[in-house]
């Protein structure tokens, strides 16, 4: 079974107007990390923002926020006010904390366009 | 600058030909890991290490092979590459594998295997 869920293979949004990419997470631990990471064009892998599993704030950088609902399992990334420069993949990832070293997964991606 | 890094950045090579990919990171971090990322396939995870001479495979280790010998730096090497491993290749790594650490990424490695 899939740990990670993105169930939007593809997005778009206006410029300026916010927009939810989804991630649903399976998992039996107590203890884990949610990330969201962010892939543009160029191919380098850019971190954005995390949510520990214990945290009850939801996470927020700048104009990237977390949308945490932990009885759901799902972690949401919320883009407000889009950019032109914000078009790119985005990867949720989860890492376990009573997995023995190979505790980082990710989900299949979800490609964002910003239109103009 | 902390940062991983990678080399090289592109290569096209032909079948059977060894080759490796060096990896290093300046951040004193405890794991490393690699791995490829192919259309409709995400992130696979092929090797990873959590410290000096203790690596341990991924989802995909076949065809590969890993060393740890240095803290800093993890070459991947592909003894007798075939053009089923044409792919994109990351290096990351992270302080432990609390899960509060988040894995630093370095800027891939294009592999054509003809």
């Known amino acids: 079974a899939q740990k990670i869920t993105q169930t939007q293979p593809g997005m778009f949004v206006q410029e300026k107007e916010a927009v939810t990419l989804d991630c649903t997470y399976d998992?039996?631990?107590?203890?884990?990390?949610l990330f969201w990471y962010k892939q543009p064009s160029s191919g380098e892998m850019i971190f954005l923002i995390y949510q520990g599993s214990y945290d009850e704030q939801n996470a927020t950088e700048g104009r990237y926020s977390l949308n945490f609902q932990k009885a759901r399992k799902s972690a949401n990334l919320v883009i407000s006010a889009s950019q032109l420069g914000d078009s790119a993949m985005y990867f949720c990832?989860?890492?376990?904390?009573?997995?023995?070293?190979?505790?980082?997964?990710f989900g299949p991606g979800t490609r964002l366009s910003v239109l103009p | 600058e902390a940062q991983v890094t990678q080399n090289p950045r592109y290569l096209i090579t032909v079948t059977g030909k060894k080759l490796t990919v060096t990896c290093s990171q300046n951040?004193?971090?405890?794991?490393m890991s690699w791995y490829r990322q192919d259309p409709g396939l995400g992130l696979r995870q092929i090797y990873y290490s959590m410290n000096v001479e203790v690596t341990d495979k991924g989802d995909v280790p076949e065809g590969y092979k890993v060393s740890r010998k240095e803290k800093r730096n993890f070459p991947l090497i592909l003894e007798s590459p075939s053009p089923n491993q044409t792919s994109l290749y990351f290096c990351?790594?992270?302080?432990?594998?609390?899960?509060?650490?988040?894995?630093?990424f370095g800027p891939g490695t294009r592999l054509t295997v003809l």
């Open positions: 990832a989860m890492r376990e904390g009573q997995v023995y070293g190979q505790n980082f997964v």
């Open positions: 951040m004193n971090h405890e794991y």
């Open positions: 998992t039996s631990d107590q203890s884990y990390g």
């Open positions: 990351a790594s992270s302080r432990g594998t609390s899960v509060h650490n988040e894995q630093f």
